[in-house]
């Protein structure tokens, strides 16, 4: 299957990352490379880390890449190591860091890989095949209480607990093992007048996708990795698609944006916090009307960014 992606906010993220062509890059959810491509096009003597724990994904992007090569490594990886991923490149800290949060077009549109209900493969979900957790086995091994909880937080999924109950009452008689078996069960949980909705199953498949790649529990720690690992007037940029997700980065740009964090009924400040970055984008930034209308998977996406600053 071809391998097409259309970049989320692309424009938007690359002029926050504010490019200087002799700059280091990190971007660490390559994908199909988009947003990769307009990072290389702008780099003379810089240099480029592109990380993706998808291989095919990685692939991909070294053919989209290919003819700025020379300025790029490409690390198969989970971003939520960038950490050891630049000690082992033997980089210090570097002048942006880019994260697209969302699932790549090509993980939805490959059936094989499971992560869609309109086409009937076996439950799979991994971003990164080698790991053992798929989502066949939460579906069929997580208990009823599980399930619904991760239904309801990741994909806000308000028929969360009659479909838990049908789960793990049907799974009872065989292993629930394709998406179109999931997709049936989520649908039938549904009055008659509500079956026919498009969008019935992407709240179900959306938080075992999350809990199967560990995504929410990832984010807190790998953005304070990424702050930790900016140069002094470095941006970050990062795109989100969840409610949740965006809720944790703007925690983590509040925290490290503000200087005094002491309780308000402490008079005089005792904690020595001092803020480490700028917010550029006080309010999230979010795509145009026109783009909503050509990427419909644009809709939900908000970018915020911050710089580095010094203590």
Not at 159 to 180: C, D, E, M, S
Not at 268 to 292: F, G, R, W, Y
Request: hydrophobic share 35%.
């Amino acid at each position: 299957m071809e391998f097409k992606h259309i970049s989320v906010l692309k424009e938007e993220s690359i002029s926050g990352l504010n490019i200087r062509p002799d700059g280091v890059y990190v971007d660490c959810t390559t994908g199909g490379g988009g947003h990769s491509l307009e990072i290389a096009k702008r780099l003379t003597t810089g240099k480029l880390i592109c990380i993706d724990k998808d291989t095919d994904a990685l692939k991909k992007a070294k053919q989209v890449l290919k003819a700025y090569s020379k300025n790029i490594t490409f690390v198969n990886d989970n971003f939520v190591n960038i950490d050891n991923i630049l000690d082992e490149l033997k980089i210090v800290a570097v002048d942006g860091i880019l994260a697209d949060l969302g699932v790549s077009s090509y993980q939805l549109d490959e059936g094989a890989r499971g992560f869609s209900f309109k086409q009937n493969f076996r439950l799979d979900m991994r971003m990164d095949k080698s790991q053992k957790l798929d989502a066949e086995y939460v579906v069929n091994n997580y208990s009823e209480e599980e399930l619904s909880k991760i239904m309801y937080l990741y994909g806000e999924e308000k028929n969360a607990r009659q479909i838990a109950r049908k789960i793990v009452k049907l799974r009872q008689n065989k292993p629930i093992t394709t998406t179109f078996e999931l997709r049936d069960i989520v649908i039938s949980s549904y009055p008659p007048k509500f079956q026919n909705k498009a969008s019935l199953c992407n709240k179900v498949f959306q938080a075992i996708r999350i809990e199967v790649n560990n995504e929410l529990n990832d984010l807190p720690i790998a953005v304070e990795k990424m702050l930790t690992n900016l140069k002094i007037g470095g941006r970050l940029c990062i795109i989100s698609f969840h409610p949740l997700e965006d809720r944790i980065i703007k925690t983590a740009f509040k925290l490290h944006s503000t200087d005094c964090i002491c309780p308000p009924k402490i008079p005089k400040c005792v904690c020595n916090h001092k803020a480490d970055i700028v917010l550029i984008t006080k309010h999230p930034i979010v795509p145009s009307e026109n783009e909503m209308q050509t990427n419909s998977r644009s809709q939900s996406a908000k970018l915020r960014i911050a710089e580095k600053k010094s203590c």
